[in-house]
T-cell receptor, first 114, second 110 residues
Framework: DGGITQSPKYLFRKEGQNVTLSCEQNLNHDAMYWYRQDPGQGLRLIYYSQIVNDFQKGDIAEGYSVSREKKESFPLTVTSAQKNPTAFYLC?????????????FGSGTQLSVL | QQQVKQSPQSLIVQKGGIPIINCAYENTAFDYFPWYQQFPGKGPALLIAIRPDVSEKKEGRFTISFNKSAKQFSLHIMDSQPGDSATYFCADTNAGKSTFGDGTTLTVKP
């Protein structure tokens, strides 16, 4: 089955620690995205990538980093500089440049601070 | 700054009712207006979408009404069912970037 796989489902971070969230897709999509979701709020864009080895900051990139070494993978690192990391993190992909800009989402990773 | 304003924040209807969720946008460069449905603990999934060259689109029990001059669009759910209980997000998309509303939590009572 084609889709987006996020892991782990739940993640706990200790103060001062960096943690990495995994996102893999087998949809052959060029574009991938990371969103943060807080209770009662919409999805806010952290980083996005339209092509391998290239990515751009979204609206709330501070305290986060990404890489795009392979088309199918777009891991997100939550660094110790992110002082309020507790949130639900969603990875998505789409066909870059298509007129139909539908986003396909993974099932999310809930990150909590110990 | 919020570019998409969604209302109401929550909505409760009886089974068979017609909930209506509204969104207003600011940036006229947006060219794709989707609605996503999200169940607890899951990622959102596309429900229905519209482009600004049409005023209405229907897919099953779901209808989008689009008012370009007012920069507003709304989602109507006909004959709502308890299984429709979820959080609904509108979004505006341009050049591959989507901006989301804050979401509407819909509860359909049996």
């Amino acid at each position: 089955d084609g889709g987006i796989t996020q892991s782990p489902k739940y993640l706990f971070r200790k103060e001062g620690q960096n943690v990495t969230l995994s996102c893999e897709q087998n949809l052959n999509h060029d574009a991938m995205y990371w969103y943060r979701q807080d209770p009662g709020q919409g999805l806010r864009l952290i980083y996005y990538s339209q092509i391998v080895n290239d990515f751009q900051k979204g609206d709330i990139a501070e305290g986060y980093s990404v890489s795009r070494e392979k088309k199918e993978s777009f891991p997100l690192t939550v660094t110790s500089a992110q002082k309020n990391p507790t949130a639900f993190y969603l990875c998505a992909s789409s066909i870059a440049g298509a007129t139909n800009e539908k986003l396909f989402f993974g099932s999310g990773t809930q990150l909590s601070v110990l | 700054q919020q570019q998409v304003k969604q209302s109401p924040q929550s909505l409760i209807v009886q089974k068979g009712g017609i909930p209506i969720i509204n969104c207003a946008y600011e940036n006229t460069a947006f060219d794709y207006f989707p609605w996503y449905q999200q169940f607890p603990g899951k990622g959102p999934a596309l429900l229905i979408a519209i482009r600004p060259d049409v005023s209405e689109k229907k897919e099953g029990r779901f209808t989008i009404s689009f008012n370009k001059s007012a920069k507003q669009f709304s989602l109507h759910i006909m004959d709502s069912q308890p299984g429709d209980s979820a959080t609904y997000f509108c979004a505006d998309t341009n050049a591959g970037k989507s901006t989301f509303g804050d979401g509407t939590t819909l509860t359909v009572k049996p």
